[in-house]
């Protein structure tokens, strides 16, 4: 690959900190810059380099694609608001469903379902709009690396496979962490003074929820995996793991409620020990903490009536099912 790794043991964060600045500046020039917040480490430090290096000549946008964690954009905003940066949340639900309706393809999910959308569709308008010709985004090395690999194709990366932003999308693209793996772009968000709630999370995908849907991503199925995913982050959050969510299955089992037989969902609960995502295990947690996070999702999500453990490591198995 192109790409040259900064390992977190080469990192120093001032260093690279004033490195990106004057990077980004020089890229953007005179002109105005938009970038994408997500909420993830990797997009909100991206947003404080933008910032530190453009001020106001940086629009910073929460796509709000329907997709995310319960409460998400409007908790970012107000994170971002104490530190001094104002996010504008842009509803763009319609657009994403609408593009991921009927579609049960993992590549096609992530490339027609939510690149094209996200790139061409949400924010081509917001670039045009506001006469921006730069958009920041927090593409970090594994991103790069498993794409290239073809293990899966992540949605943000594109000049790597080819893409001109400026000639499919009217943009060109920056990405300042390119170059480090997720323990070193938390580094620089400490370093950078992002609040322990960012900095610390854990990974969430660009794809969102879709990414936890087995088939067809539809509302009502993404309110499902959101109320699943809000039990086991809240179960797990002291647990020390890398990663931990819930999935739901496309296939219905059989179970018994009230007596009787309910032909019902499906949630997988993945929880992962791992440094850098390349490889990981899954964590060992306590059966008694397992059955907590059972019961809660079969008492509080509707229509479950199954919830497993996958105990696949990586590889062969992926962080996401998605």
């Not at 990077?23 to 105005?32: M, N």
């Not at 790139?119 to 730069?134: N, P, Q, S």
């Not at 990663?243 to 019902?264: N, P, S, W």
């Not at 809660?296 to 229509?303: D, F, N, S, Y």
């Amino acid at each position: 690959m192109a790409v040259q790794e900064i390992t977190l043991q080469d990192l120093s964060t001032e260093a690279f900190i004033d490195e990106q600045v004057k990077a980004i500046s020089e890229a953007v020039g005179d002109s105005l810059a938009v970038n994408a917040l997500s909420g993830g480490v990797d997009s909100s430090v991206v947003t404080l380099l933008g910032h530190r290096a453009l001020g106001d000549r940086l629009k910073t946008y929460f796509v709000e694609n329907g997709l995310m964690r319960a409460g998400e954009p409007q908790r970012v905003a107000e994170i971002f608001q104490e530190l001094g940066v104002h996010v504008e949340i842009v509803d763009a639900k319609d657009k994403f469903f609408a593009a991921l309706a009927g579609v049960t393809d993992p590549e096609v999910k992530r490339d027609k379902g939510i690149t094209e959308v996200f790139y061409k569709d949400v924010f081509a308008g917001l670039v045009r709009d506001c006469g921006a010709k730069t958009l920041l985004q927090g593409t970090i090395y594994t991103d790069v690396e498993e794409t290239v690999a073809g293990i899966k194709r992540q949605h943000n990366i594109l000049s790597q496979l080819g893409i001109d932003t400026e000639e499919a999308y009217g943009y060109k693209v920056v990405e300042p962490v390119i170059q480090l793996r997720k323990p070193a772009v938390r580094a620089v968000g400490k370093a950078l003074g992002l609040p322990e709630e960012l900095f610390a999370r854990p990974p969430f995908p660009g794809p969102a929820l879709a990414t936890r849907v087995v088939g067809a991503v539809t509302p009502e199925r993404i309110a499902l995996v959101r109320a699943a995913t809000t039990i086991v982050e809240g179960e797990l959050c002291d647990s020390g793991a890398f990663q931990y969510m819930a999935i739901l299955h496309e296939d219905r089992v059989t179970g018994i409620r009230d007596g009787k037989r309910d032909f019902g969902l499906q949630i997988e609960v993945r929880c992962w020990d791992s440094a850098d995502a390349v490889t990981a295990t899954p964590t060992d947690l306590p059966f008694d903490q397992l059955r907590r996070i059972a019961d809660r999702i079969i008492a509080e999500v509707p229509g479950v009536v199954s919830v497993t453990y996958n105990i696949a490591p990586k590889p062969p198995s992926c962080i996401e099912v998605v």
